[in-house]
């Protein structure tokens, strides 16, 4: 018997095929409907209506691409405030500022002193570091980091470490108190160490100090290696036997030890002291830079080294605590972008000779105009005072 099928839609959204002769007759009394196979129940009916298809699994590739950005901006700042509360714990204070400061001056002064001390060194770290076998606490660096208050303009000065100042009266490491006298500014670290240091700076530039930082000999080694070294441009080849500096002509790296027998060279360079001076200005100026560049803001490995390296090299005093040090790093940025000033105490004479040592004499009138400006009095600067 020949007939056609009917389909007929099921209650669970499936199709349902059905036999008919030609006379239309209905299925035999209690037999079951024929089903179509699975093929056929899903296909769509003669009638062209279209078979609704399930909705895609999972997320969009655009909304999952903002939700890992999102855990990852997440995990980077959890990063940086575990750098912070580790350098935090990890840096290192001493007793650097006197009991006996003078009074407070307008904005923020930090005394950034380089230590040369080769105590802490081995012997193979002398020699492959050329510093020599010299016993006891000296400064290689003096600078003086002014910022004002407010939106003013931030200053770096450099004091000559051959300056010869008074060193205040004091008492000696001995307990027996000591009158004021003449000598080289570095004198007073050797004989009172930070604290006396600070106050011959005071009592010399009439600036009270706010701050102090110290970096050790392997300081400039290890914040070099950490910032994957610094690029000098040389006029001309360089070889000086007492640092250990051997360059060519041209712009070239410096790895850390390098960069080290670069900043302290002064024998091989005419202007002694002074050329020293602005090649430490430059040292910071480099390193700074690439401390706030990019290179450093995408690396958390290079960022983990320059904490390392700074905790385990600089010394801050007692009161200071890592928001400070974070001030302290915003002003040496603005040196390092050329939006500060740089600057040396003036000098008048550079060959002077006092006690059988050359010393630096300070042009007094400069560099008190220079103190006031930053908001300081000297003595003589105040027994000239009308």
Same mark, same amino acid.
């Given at each position: 018997m020949t007939g056609s099928t009917l389909y007929r839609r099921l209650s669970d959204g499936s199709w349902a095929a059905e036999r008919e002769d030609q006379a239309h007759a209905g299925p035999a009394?209690?037999?079951?409907?024929?089903?179509?196979?699975?093929?056929?129940?899903?296909?769509?009916p003669p009638t062209g209506r279209p078979v609704p298809s399930a909705a895609p699994a999972g997320r969009s590739p655009v909304r999952r691409g903002w939700r890992i950005l999102r855990w990852a901006l997440v995990g980077y700042v959890a990063w940086l405030a575990f750098l912070v509360v580790y350098a935090a714990t990890s840096l290192q204070h001493i007793p650097a500022l006197p009991a006996d400061q003078i009074a407070d001056?307008?904005?923020?002064?930090?005394l950034l002193v380089g230590s &040369?001390?080769?105590?802490?060194? #081995?012997?193979?770290?002398?020699?492959?570091?050329?510093? !020599?076998?010299?016993? !006891?606490?000296?400064?290689?660096?003096? /600078?003086?980091?002014? #910022?004002?208050?407010?939106?003013?303009t931030p200053r770096l000065v450099s004091v000559p470490r051959d300056s010869w100042v008074t060193i205040p009266a004091h008492t000696a490491t001995d307990g027996s108190e000591v009158g004021p006298r003449s000598n080289k500014i570095n004198a007073a670290y050797q004989f009172g160490g930070p604290q006396l240091l600070t106050q011959t700076i005071e009592y010399n530039t009439g600036l009270h100090v706010d701050h102090y930082m110290e970096v050790g000999m392997t300081g400039i080694v290890d914040l070099t290696e950490a910032v994957g070294g610094v690029e000098v441009c040389f006029e001309e080849a360089i070889v000086d036997e007492n640092s250990g500096l051997d360059v060519e002509a041209g712009c070239q790296v410096l790895d850390g030890r390098a960069a080290l027998a670069w900043v302290r /060279?002064?024998?091989? &360079?005419?202007?002694?002291?002074l050329g020293r001076m602005e090649r430490q200005q430059q040292w910071v100026r480099l390193t700074v830079d690439e401390v706030l560049s990019w290179r450093t803001l995408v690396n958390p490995v290079r960022q983990w080294q320059i904490v390392n390296a700074a905790t385990g090299s600089?010394?801050?005093?007692?009161?200071?605590?890592?928001?400070?040090? !974070?001030?302290?790093?915003?002003? /040496?940025?603005?040196?390092?972008?050329?939006?500060?000033?740089v600057a040396t105490v003036p000098t008048s004479d550079s060959d002077h000779w006092e006690n059988g040592q050359w010393v630096l004499k300070w042009d007094t009138a400069e560099a008190n105009e220079l103190f006031a400006s930053m908001g300081g009095s000297t003595p003589e600067a105040q027994l000239s005072a009308p």
């Open positions: 009394p209690g037999a079951a409907p024929v089903v179509a196979p699975p093929s056929v129940a899903t296909a769509a001056t307008p904005g923020r002064v930090w &040369d001390s080769r105590d802490s060194l #081995t012997r193979a770290e002398r020699r492959r570091l050329r510093t !020599g076998n010299e016993e !006891g606490q000296r400064t290689d660096t003096i /600078m003086l980091l002014h #910022t004002p208050t407010g939106s003013l /060279m002064r024998y091989a &360079d005419p202007t002694g002291d600089v010394a801050v005093d007692e009161d200071s605590g890592v928001v400070d040090v !974070g001030r302290f790093g915003l002003g /040496m940025s603005r040196v390092a972008s050329g939006a500060a000033e």
